[in-house]
């Protein structure tokens, strides 16, 4: 296990330092100055922008700006905005909590009923029931979190004004947690939607698959009743699928709000990247970015770590993998049968 979790922690590692090499050359790439996005009064003065560009570094080589970016880092200084000179890390640190308090909010309102849905469908399949949860978390998913926020803000607009987040009046939890859960109840029902079908899905296709296997039956001839051939043995079967899907949704919901913050205005990390690329505020830009993918690359090490505390099998590098599962004469001695039992 620990050598697992070496080679697990090098690679989010290597994958941390890739990602951060091309969010920093793509944002350079884009057309434009980001001497125009200053103060009109500054933006219009060539020798302001010059002198701008001189004591933020920009008018050295790229590559001399990348080394510089990375040597800030690794002192834990983010640099400091074009817009207004304030530091980077001030602004990410204000912003962090409320994207991670609305992906908080999201994974208990979407995950938790996926689950349960889930594993009531996988245990009644083929009836009514399991035929419409099936359609609905198909369209849960198929549905666009984008298209969805902006009809909601609308419907529910006209109708509950107050539970639309109102902009520049976000309250923090901190302040008043009432009206901050208030603020944050519909987009987080918008994202929420997703992650249930999601969930409801990879659940029921997981339980089933393992229901319908050599394990269970075995369990069942055993003379184990329904309710401990779940719990011990399709669920435990299950659960590396299941973890595997539901790190996915937990870090895309704590990190890819973007588009959902934008369309209700709530000051998170989606709003600050959307604010500093349209402003080509290139500090503000990577350090929003920097978190972001440090959350989601972090949150996948979790996972990958989890899955191979339930499954040994992953624990082994690819390529020794055994793809077969245990043959039916394997499953009836007396050693297995004795592990499915306990």
Known sequence: MTSFVVRRVGTFLVMV?????LLFFLLHALPGDSTHGLAPTVAANPEAREAVARAQRLDRPLVEQYADHLSGLARGD???????GSPVWGSVSAALPVSLSLGLLAVVLGVVPGLVLGVVTALKPGRLADATIRVLSLLAVSVPSYWLAVLSLVWVGSRWPDLVPQAGGFVRFSDDPVASLQALLLPALVLALGALGMMARTTRTALVEVLSGDDVRFARAMG?????????????????????????????????TVLVE???QLPGLGQLMVNAFGRQDYPLAMGAATVTAVL?????LVVD?????????????????????????????PTTATAVVT
């Not at 719990?231 to 079967?237: D, E, G, K």
């Not at 989601?296 to 996948?300: A, M, P, Q, S, T």
């Open 296 to 300: 989601f690359l972090g949150l996948n």
């Open 17 to 21: 330092a890739v990602a951060l090499s």
């Open 262 to 264: 934008n369309v209700f």
């Open 224 to 256: 184990m009743s329904r309710y401990r051939v779940v719990t011990r043995v399709a669920l435990r079967n299950a659960a590396p699928t299941c973890v595997t899907v539901l790190g996915l949704v937990v870090a895309g919901l704590l990190s890819g």
């Open 78 to 84: 983010m640099g400091r905005s074009f817009a207004d």
């Open 305 to 333: 770590v989890t899955v191979a505390a339930i499954d040994p099998r992953q624990r082994k590098p690819r390529g020794m993998r055994s793809a077969r599962r245990p043959s039916a004469a394997a499953a009836s001695s």
